[in-house]
């Protein structure tokens, strides 16, 4: 047989089909006829995205209607900003794994949160239910959380929220729960029926005018409360209203009509902050009960320096941080403790800086007296010699006290700071 007749056999050969199958010789891995090597499409909503498998992202869709298709493996779930008027039960129900549920800025009412909407989901951690239908939520249905005892974070803030919105049950199943925000809503009080778990409560931006103890009993690990900007006058925060909060550790009064620090304060709180009020006395005791404190604002109030006790911060030894800015001090506040790391004192009517007031303070990094009645002149001798730790420069401030000639000594105790004029 010569070549040209051999190539032909070959040609012949790779031309004839294969052998035909044998029976039990298919091979399963081996794709059939009209299937694919790729697995199949995963299940997502349409426009919306699915990084992976139990995550579904609908964000800023302006979606109007619940999306139907949501697969069920689904664990975080996100909604927001987009045009939701209700949150249709059959729907949520079929999602019981869900663990986020983010639903911010919609129109969801009070009318489109049925009262079982969240019964199913019992993996629920995080709920964010804030900015709908132009603040019109006015009510949690009874009943609607009590199932959800996975739930460490509830986002209820910019809402219409009244006291008879929220009862004693409505919080207190939630045996998870460590971070609750209610502010920006229309309270009076605060919400009866809070978990032992929550540590963080967020009740700024409402119209709470007093604070009972009863209320707190439960909410006994409690490490911040936030109340700035309520309406907590001379009685809205009675004396022991917050010792049921032994462990409080934050408390933010920033923007109310306080007259005086609150009494009987949890012995172990770290940072108060009260700026923004009318404190115009501080006396001998009235920071006594709280030793441990490290922050200390005082900020914007009415203190005057006759009103000052000399020993009103006497027992104060761990304070590294006091803001008395912005108030009407004349001089220096005796008794500063020793531990001072920042004293903020602009804005205030100070005429004169004395050596004594600052004697012992080391370790004082920043002192602001910007924006004072202080001349140059009115700086005694030896004023900056116990101050070798300050870092931050600071100004001193003029604008309707004449300049007066710097005296020779002026600068001789001032270390790693420049004393300046504007």
């Known amino acids: 047989m010569g070549r040209p007749t051999q190539w032909l056999s070959l040609l012949l050969l790779l031309l004839l089909p294969g052998p035909l199958p044998v029976a039990g010789m298919e091979d399963a891995a081996f794709p059939h006829l009209g299937e694919s090597s790729q697995p199949p499409p995963r299940a997502c909503p349409p426009r919306c995205s699915c990084p992976r498998v139990d995550t579904v992202d609908c964000d800023g869709l302006d979606l109007r209607v619940f999306p139907d298709n949501i697969t069920r493996a689904a664990q975080h779930l996100s909604l927001q900003n987009n045009q939701l008027q209700e949150l249709p039960y059959n729907e949520l129900s079929r999602l019981s794994g869900l663990r986020t549920l983010n639903l911010h800025n919609n129109l969801i009412s009070s009318e489109g949160l049925p009262d079982e909407a969240f019964e199913s989901l019992t993996q629920l951690q995080h709920i964010y239910v804030a900015h709908n239908k132009n603040n019109l939520i006015s009510k949690v249905p009874r009943g609607a959380l009590s199932r959800q005892t996975q739930l460490r974070e509830l986002y209820l803030q910019h809402n219409q929220l009244t006291d008879s919105g929220l009862d004693a049950t409505t919080f207190s199943k939630l045996h998870s729960l460590e971070y609750l925000d209610l502010s920006h809503n229309q309270l009076t009080t605060v919400p009866a029926g809070l978990p032992r778990t929550l540590a963080i409560l967020h009740l700024g931006r409402n119209r709470i005018r ?67 009020n009318h404190v115009a006395t501080l006396g001998a005791r009235d920071l006594a009960a709280t030793p441990g404190l490290m922050e200390l604002n005082l900020a914007y109030n009415r203190l005057t320096s006759a009103r000052v006790h000399h020993r009103a911060f006497r027992r104060l030894r761990t304070l590294r941080s006091l803001d008395l800015a912005g108030n009407q001090l004349t001089r220096l506040p005796m008794g500063l403790p020793t531990g001072l790391h920042t004293l903020r004192l602009q804005r205030n009517q100070l005429r004169m800086l004395e050596p004594e007031p600052l004697a012992g303070l080391d370790q004082l990094k920043e002192l602001s007296l910007a924006h004072n009645r202080l001349r140059v002149g009115d700086i005694g001798p030896g004023t900056w010699h116990e101050l070798q730790a300050l870092q931050v ?30």
């Open 210 to 276: 007093q604070v009972e103890a009863a209320r707190l009993h439960g909410a006994r690990g409690l490490r911040y409360l936030l109340l700035q900007h309520n309406q907590l006058g001379s009685s809205g925060l009675p004396a022991g209203a917050l010792r049921p909060l032994r462990g409080l550790h934050t408390l933010h009064l920033y923007g109310n009509g306080l007259d005086r620090v609150p009494l009987a304060l949890p012995r172990r709180l770290r940072a108060l902050v009260l700026p923004h």
């Open 393 to 422: 420069r600071h100004r001193l401030v003029s604008h309707t006290i004449p300049r007066a000639s710097p005296s020779p000594c002026l600068h001789c105790h001032i270390p790693n700071i420049l004393v300046s004029w504007s």
